[in-house]
């Protein structure tokens, strides 16, 4: 018995967000789908969410700026050398880490927003994700998230599956009264299916609740991971590619979920940034693999599918003393998908200019993140500037939507 006291154990820890949203796997069938339009465009949303501030300044350079170089000092990118940034245009310049993004920006399935930032300015991790994903035009006590309200009000058609929450716990721009599914990859060694199967029947008559959702666990986890999906523990990088390549299953079927958000931690970079090569590198790395995992496991859903990413804020444009950067305001946001009407990248350059920084020392934001957003949503969805405005981004009528983001 201690064996498999053992075992249960470890598959009851390291699956609770998993089997929390199997619970609700059998519901799929009865959540509401949206409408299609009458040439059968079936549009997908993927959110992901960079955790720590991602430097924009360093994705993105604006190689072209005069002052770009002497700001960035070491850890500036440059269009040639060893390690040559991804040319974008003749002015901006993509982390050469990042060469899948790079061929879907070419195929015009990629588009880069700079010198972006949400309303908040205040430069706290806490209270820059919390108005990230709420939504709101500041931090407070907010219970729900903006890409749940957006649920709330899209229009309703066949039924099946809705938003999908990626992630051990729901992130809070997917948490609010419309019903979503949780799934999250195994990081720990787990049981063989015999031993999996053999503690729902023990359980059946014990617990007849813990066996059902032990049951629909394992069912939502067969569908996202198949047999080639492998728990790669420690392995950053080979975690964000896998978690992407479960999520884009589950997306792919016919009564998947249409909407699905994700996080990936680890982006405050104040120490050893590093350059074209190092730590960021490293994570620019498993993001653009998550990119492409996304892309090759939706199959034809990627046509329909628009992929956003978007961080709490930016980072210092000087490298501080330990090559690093450190809290700032403007950044990137980054679309991908074969909905996105891409090839550009869209700015209003503020400049790098000692009297154009933001408080001296930040890419000063030109763009409401919120118009970024607001814009995807109303392009795949057809959300009115009124719902937009009052409904998913409260108190936001002056930020627009964005035009011509969605092909």
Not at 79 to 97: C, E, Q, T, V
Request: aromatic residues 6%.
């Amino acid at each position: 018995m201690k064996m498999i006291d053992c075992v249960e154990n470890r598959l009851l820890t390291s699956r609770r967000g998993l089997l929390l949203g199997g619970a609700s796997f059998a519901a799929w069938a009865y959540l509401p789908k949206f409408a299609r339009a009458a040439d059968g465009h079936d549009p997908r949303l993927v959110v992901v969410i960079l955790r720590g501030a991602l430097d924009g300044l360093a994705t993105v350079a604006p190689i072209g700026d005069p002052d770009y170089a002497g700001l960035h000092g070491s850890i500036a990118l440059a269009s040639n050398g060893a390690h040559p940034a991804l040319m974008l245009d003749s002015f901006f310049g993509l982390h050469p880490s990042m060469p899948e993004f790079a061929r879907m920006y070419r195929a015009q399935h990629a588009a880069v927003i700079h010198a972006v930032s949400t309303p908040y300015r205040d430069r706290s991790h806490f209270d820059g994700q919390d108005v990230l994903e709420s939504g709101y035009g500041g931090p407070g006590r907010v219970q729900s998230g903006w890409l749940n309200r957006a649920l709330e009000a899209l229009p309703r058609g066949e039924r099946v599956s809705s938003g999908l929450a990626v992630g051990p716990t729901t992130p809070l721009v997917l948490r609010g009264s419309a019903p979503t599914v949780g799934w999250a990859p195994v990081a720990l060694p787990q049981a063989d299916d015999d031993t999996a199967m053999r503690l729902v029947d023990l359980y059946r008559h014990r617990d007849p609740a813990l066996a059902s959702a032990l049951s629909q666990g394992l069912q939502l986890e067969k569908a996202a991971s198949g047999d080639d999906m492998k728990p790669k523990p420690g392995n950053q990088v080979a975690q964000m590619r896998q978690v992407a390549r479960g999520a884009a299953k589950l997306m792919a079927a016919d009564d998947g979920p249409r909407i699905a958000a994700l996080a990936f931690d680890g982006w405050d970079t104040h120490a050893n940034e590093g350059g074209p090569v190092g730590r960021l590198a490293f994570l620019l790395g498993g993001l653009d693999g998550a990119l492409a995992e996304f892309e090759s496991g939706l199959g034809d859903r990627w046509r329909d599918t628009v992929v956003v990413v978007a961080t709490e804020f930016g980072r210092t444009a000087r490298i501080n003393g330990t090559d690093g950067t450190d809290h700032g305001t403007g950044t990137i946001a980054l679309l991908a998908g074969g909905a996105v009407k891409g090839g550009r990248v869209i700015s209003d350059w503020p400049g790098l200019k000692p009297a154009n920084l933001y408080e001296g020392r930040d890419l000063k934001p030109t763009t409401d993140l919120r118009s970024v957003i607001k814009g995807v949503l109303q392009g795949q969805f057809g959300l009115s500037d009124q719902v937009l405005a009052q409904t998913v981004f409260p108190d936001s009528a002056s930020a627009r939507p964005m035009k011509g983001l969605v092909a």
